[in-house]
């Protein structure tokens, strides 16, 4: 279903006395080992959701969508990233955002599309998608182990925006005013707000695709794709 939106004692115990102790340490150390997991599920779908802000953000200014004095400078992911000021934009990707937070919790997402559309010829230029996967088995090999730091994972997510921003070097570029839209593929039974809308996939009609860099976790991985029309 394509969907578009219109963070002691020193007393001795007895042996008789540690076996109880020591099922309760091993109790409690499976309770927390609960707790973790269950926020490390919470945690990466948040991380995967502020990925995907970013992106948006990213490509608006990467591709010349709106005026670079448009937009102002943020550090994230140990980069200076530069993240849209005007109002109507930022309500726009905050109505997604709130959405997609929800989505992304419940495991309820596959891809986020981002889709460049000229507005004189309503002709779609550009399509970065970015495929997601929950990992619902603990022996596939595209998941992170459980113990990846969260360093590695950011830099990861910094050598994508790095690469979304050498993109230019091989995107043709975009000519006249361009809008554009953000397509949720979320699943069939997922609670959808009024005012989201069912959507065509909005692909670029004999484009070119370009495989770009991924990030994983242990708990989900997400895979870019860029499609472009190629020039007259």
Known sequence: MDKEAKKPSSKTASSKDKRPKDKDKAKDKATDESKVHKLSLKGSSRLVAEFFQYSIHTILFQR??????????????????????DDQVKAYIKKIMSQLDKWMVG?????????ITDKDTGEHVERWQFDQQENTSS?????????????????????????ITASVTFLPQLSGDCTFNVLVYADADSDVPVEWGDSDAKEIENGERVQLRGFSTANHRV?????????D
């Open 107 to 115: 495991g309820k997402i596959s891809k986020l599309v981002i889709v």
């Open 223 to 231: 895979d870019t794709i860029v499609s472009y029309r190629l020039g």
């Open 139 to 163: 022996t596939t090999p595209l998941f992170a182990e459980k113990d990846k730091p969260e360093a590695e994972i950011q830099a990861e997510i910094a050598a994508i925006f790095r690469q």
């Open 64 to 85: 010349g969508v709106y005026p670079a004095e448009d937009f102002t400078a943020v550090k994230k992911y140990g980069l200076n990233m530069l993240v849209s000021a």
